[in-house]
């Protein structure tokens, strides 16, 4: 594995970092009840996920992970406004934002 | 933790390390883990969007410290400065920013097995980093990351060559999650017939949900401080 950058450290940690963050972020996902902590896990989960695109684009001297880390936060955008726009639909009908009460399409 | 998950992927490399980038790169990583920790743990959401405002400034960070200089700025002004503002804007907006109380447990064995769950996918991960063989040395189509010419004109030349459909379509997909957030942040038509009498009118004649509730209390509520004012106490009651 070629991870000398000149100047800096292995990109081994970087990814062993955004590894970790992901962990965290998808543990959050799981235990939090609150949507808008929700959503900010899955920001967290995404965040990883640059992270590693960034080292791989420096590892392998390709630009090209960089320009994806482009297009991630974009996605990422319009993630976050459509949710939002859903969270504000849902808060129109009943006050609160607990996961555990938005079962109104459960059979 | 992280000693211990960077010697699960492979030996770090110690050849041409510097104590600055070193130094930075542990600083940034404990201020990454502290935010990130500190979004699932924290019980006021405002506290967790300023927990990941601090994570995104890490990662900001660390993506100077890998010559992704305009990812960096890319990151603080729409991360930090749009989406956490966006996501704070709502909070408040919503009047959700009470306390949760995390310590108790709604769904009985999920917690531990989240943990089992996430345990799974980080050994699963450090299992793919200890014996698999990534790419190295693959002919680059976009474009490599030379230092010697800037990060933003390389990035701007392989989105507007090698990516320009992807780009495209992102334009496409920022339109329609524009559309999206206005047909779902839009009110119902039902109440928009009345709309021309007023913002007060116009929440209590939705239909009798749990919404207008607040809203009648904190008139109420204010209704007997404002008594002075004519115009304030007849609209309050």
């Known amino acids: 594995m070629n991870t000398a950058i000149s100047g800096g450290i292995g990109g081994a940690w970087y990814l062993s970092l955004a590894a970790v963050l992901f962990a965290i972020g998808a543990f959050g996902l799981l235990i939090r009840r609150n949507v808008l902590v929700m959503f900010m896990c899955i920001e967290l989960m995404l965040n990883a996920a640059n ?32 949710g939002l726009g859903i969270v504000v639909a849902i808060f129109r009908r009943r006050a609160n934002a607990t996961a555990d009460d938005l079962h109104l399409m459960k059979g | 933790m992280l000693v211990v998950a960077g010697g699960l992927f492979s030996a770090v490399s110690t050849t041409h390390v510097s104590a600055v980038s070193v130094g930075t790169f542990v600083v940034a990583a404990a201020i990454v883990l502290a935010g990130g920790i500190g979004v699932v743990v924290a019980r006021n959401p405002v506290h967790s969007a ?37 996501f704070l804007f709502v909070i408040m907006f919503l009047g959700v920013d009470r306390q949760e109380n995390i310590t108790a447990e709604p769904l009985r064995g999920q917690r531990p097995l989240a943990i089992a769950l996430v345990a799974m996918a980080f050994a699963g991960l450090a299992l793919l980093g ?5 790419t190295t040395g693959a002919p680059s189509v ?11 004109a390389q990035i701007g030349k392989s989105v507007y060559t090698t990516y320009l459909f992807p780009f495209e379509v992102t334009s496409a997909l920022l339109v329609i999650a524009v559309v999206g957030a206005v047909v779902l942040a839009r009110r119902p038509p039902a109440a928009s ?20 509730q607040p809203v009648e209390e904190a008139f109420a509520a204010a209704a007997p401080v404002d008594v002075t004012d004519p115009t304030t106490s007849e609209e309050g009651s």
């Open chain 2, 50 to 86: 300023l927990m990941l405002v601090m994570t995104l400034f890490g990662i900001a960070v660390l993506f100077v410290l890998q010559r992704a200089d305009f990812l960096a700025a890319v990151q603080v002004i729409v991360y930090a400065g749009a989406i956490v503002v966006l």
């Open chain 2, 193 to 212: 017939d009345a709309e021309s009498i007023g913002a007060t009118e116009d929440v209590t004649g939705d239909d009798p949900s749990v919404t207008e």
């Open chain 2, 142 to 152: 976009a474009g490599t990351t030379d230092v010697n010419t800037s990060n933003v």
């Open chain 1, 51 to 82: 992270l590693t695109f960034v080292t791989f684009a420096n590892m392998l001297h390709d630009i090209g992970g960089q320009v994806l880390v482009f297009f991630v936060l974009v996605v990422a955008a319009a993630e976050v406004v459509v």
């Open chain 2, 130 to 134: 200890e014996v698999s063989h990534w």
